[in-house]
């Protein structure tokens, strides 16, 4: 998968919940779903769940509500429950609100910003630009492809296709030579196309203001994160995807770091059909056991998935603290609603800010000779956290690799050991 990390995951199922159905039959007429919500965010209690439901505006009711493709909620804020972040003064402090095995779905900016990761601008492009973009991208779609690589020593390919896009040809001719995805260089990069170079101008200042607006908000003291770039973010290259029906999807992972680097932030346009992102916050292994011993009680809900709906012409913006703690996936749809465009398609763009300082001519080259992989470790608690090399040249269909590993080192601005040279 392009700009992926190659990985599995399993998703749990757990049976009905005992709270929910006594919440159920005292508040009859309220939707599962938002019943769960309020007890999610009551930590619980079905007391304190429903005392937040008896608000009036509480009566916004699942008759209201229309079962479409994509569902509707108009926001968790209209119920009086407690939010995850309690507006202050000083950067909120966030609790968890899923719980392992259910799904929590979001639809209004205030809840998405407030509970993930990400921020998400709805109605982002003027309407004719964003149709624009999604007819130059339907026709360039025609000619995607699917990825090939190996997963556990079987040949797989991606569920939707896929292209790459970057500034210039000469810089499109250099990505096919020099840059390694999952082991194996890209036979098809293209020059980004007219609409989405446009667009991207957009993307660049909405992100860099999302960015600032995240740092005030939500991060301890107002700082940035550690390693993560104070550098204006300049998108140089966009992936699109193109997701062809309902079926078509993209599992849980996170995205490749090796050429963005530490805390990375990703701007991602949707189009066409409206789909679900779930993402679910990675369990550092131990924790588990934590859990089921209620040994930290706050990390109940941490297994829990979060479905962020992406209608036509909405950007996502997944912040620096996404990539190394949380997975992603575009979710298969059972019903999906037509575009009038794209009909059942949905084309995405993410846009990216490649660091020519993780230009593979200067980072590690594995024992097969091979520029290597970028990874996070994110389940194993003593090394959570840390960055390394890696030898990936046995994602590549056909190929073994060497095992080479090394411990990557970052500045606090994500910066490598080299980087000063570079600038010399
Ligand atoms: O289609 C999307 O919204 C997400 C795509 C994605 O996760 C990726 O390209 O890495
Ligand atoms: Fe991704």
């Given at each position: 998968?392009?700009?992926?990390?190659?990985?599995?995951?399993?998703?749990?199922?757990?049976?009905?919940?005992?709270?929910?159905?006594?919440?159920?039959?005292?508040?009859?007429?309220?939707?599962?779903?938002?019943?769960?919500?309020?007890?999610?965010?009551?930590?619980?209690?079905?007391?304190?769940?429903?005392?937040?439901?008896?608000?009036?505006?509480?009566?916004?009711?699942?008759?209201?509500?229309?079962?479409?493709?994509?569902?509707?909620?108009?926001?968790?804020?209209?119920?009086?429950?407690?939010?995850?972040?309690?507006?202050?003064?000083?950067?909120?402090?966030?609790?968890?609100?899923?719980?392992?095995?259910?799904?929590?779905?979001?639809?209004?900016?205030?809840?998405?910003?407030?509970?993930?990761?990400?921020s998400?601008i709805?109605?982002?492009?003027?309407?004719?630009?964003?149709?624009?973009?999604?007819?130059?991208?339907?026709?360039?779609?025609?000619?995607?492809?699917?990825?090939?690589?190996?997963?556990?020593?079987?040949?797989?390919?991606?569920?939707?296709?896929?292209?790459?896009?970057?500034?210039?040809?000469?810089?499109?001719?250099?990505?096919?030579?020099?840059?390694?995805?999952?082991?194996?260089?890209?036979?098809?990069?293209?020059?980004?196309?007219?609409?989405?170079?446009?667009?991207?101008?957009?993307v660049q200042t909405t992100v860099n203001a999302e960015v600032q607006r995240r740092?005030q908000?939500?991060?301890?003291?107002?700082?940035?994160?550690?390693?993560?770039?104070?550098?204006?973010w300049?998108?140089?290259?966009?992936?699109?995807?193109?997701?062809?029906?309902?079926?078509?999807?993209?599992?849980?992972?996170?995205?490749?770091?090796?050429?963005?680097?530490?805390?990375?932030?990703?701007?991602?346009?949707?189009?066409?059909?409206?789909?679900?992102?779930?993402?679910?916050?990675?369990?550092?292994?131990?924790?588990?056991?934590?859990?089921?011993?209620?040994?930290?009680?706050?990390?109940?809900?941490?297994?829990?998935?979060?479905?962020?709906?992406?209608?036509?012409?909405?950007?996502?913006v997944?912040?620096?603290?996404?990539?190394?703690?949380?997975?992603?996936?575009?979710?298969?749809?059972?019903?999906?609603?037509?575009?009038?465009?794209?009909?059942?398609?949905?084309?995405?763009?993410?846009?990216?800010?490649?660091?020519?300082?993780?230009?593979?001519?200067?980072?590690?080259?594995?024992?097969?000779?091979?520029?290597?992989?970028?990874?996070?470790?994110?389940?194993?608690?003593?090394?959570?956290?840390?960055?390394?090399?890696?030898?990936?040249?046995?994602?590549?269909?056909?190929?073994?690799?060497?095992?080479?590993?090394?411990?990557?080192?970052?500045?606090?601005?994500?910066?490598?050991?080299?980087?000063?040279?570079?600038?010399?």
């Amino acid at each position: 998968m392009l700009g992926k990390n190659v990985g599995t995951t399993t998703e749990d199922d757990e049976c009905t919940d005992f709270k929910l159905a006594l919440l159920e039959s005292l508040n009859p007429g309220i939707r599962q779903e938002v019943l769960l919500e309020a007890l999610l965010i009551a930590q619980g209690s079905v007391e304190d769940a429903t005392k937040n439901l008896s608000c009036p505006t509480a009566a916004v009711s699942s008759k209201k509500r229309r079962a479409v493709g994509n569902g509707y909620q108009a926001s968790l804020s209209c119920y009086q429950i407690k939010r995850a972040f309690e507006p202050s003064t000083e950067p909120r402090v966030k609790k968890a609100l899923t719980r392992k095995g259910k799904t929590l779905h979001l639809y209004a900016p205030d809840d998405i910003k407030a509970h993930t990761p990400c921020s998400i601008i709805h109605n982002f492009l003027p309407s004719d630009e964003a149709d624009a973009l999604l007819r130059e991208l339907l026709a360039e779609s025609s000619t995607y492809t699917r990825e090939t690589f190996k997963l556990f020593n079987n040949i797989v390919q991606s569920p939707h296709t896929t292209c790459f896009y970057v500034n210039t040809l000469d810089e499109a001719e250099a990505q096919k030579t020099d840059y390694v995805y999952n082991g194996s260089y890209l036979k098809d990069v293209r020059r980004t196309t007219p609409e989405l170079r446009r667009v991207s101008r957009r993307v660049q200042t909405t992100v860099n203001a999302e960015v600032q607006r995240r740092i005030q908000e939500y991060y301890p003291g107002r700082k940035k994160l550690k390693y993560q770039s104070p550098k204006e973010w300049i998108p140089n290259a966009a992936f699109v995807n193109c997701y062809d029906g309902g079926t078509e999807s993209v599992g849980y992972h996170s995205d490749q770091l090796t050429y963005l680097g530490p805390r990375a932030v990703i701007g991602s346009l949707s189009l066409g059909v409206s789909r679900e992102f779930r993402i679910r916050k990675v369990v550092g292994r131990g924790e588990q056991d934590l859990k089921e011993k209620n040994v930290a009680s706050d990390r109940a809900d941490v297994e829990g998935q979060i479905s962020i709906h992406l209608p036509h012409n909405s950007l996502l913006v997944m912040h620096a603290e996404m990539q190394e703690d949380w997975k992603h996936s575009i979710a298969p749809a059972q019903a999906i609603d037509p575009h009038p465009i794209s009909e059942n398609k949905r084309l995405n763009v993410t846009y990216r800010c490649y660091k020519e300082s993780l230009h593979p001519r200067f980072t590690p080259k594995c024992k097969c000779g091979v520029p290597t992989v970028l990874r996070c470790v994110q389940k194993k608690r003593e090394s959570r956290g840390r960055y390394m090399w890696m030898c990936h040249v046995n994602y590549a269909p056909g190929k073994e690799g060497c095992g080479f590993f090394k411990w990557a080192e970052f500045d606090d601005d994500g910066e490598p050991p080299w980087s000063k040279r570079i600038e010399e």
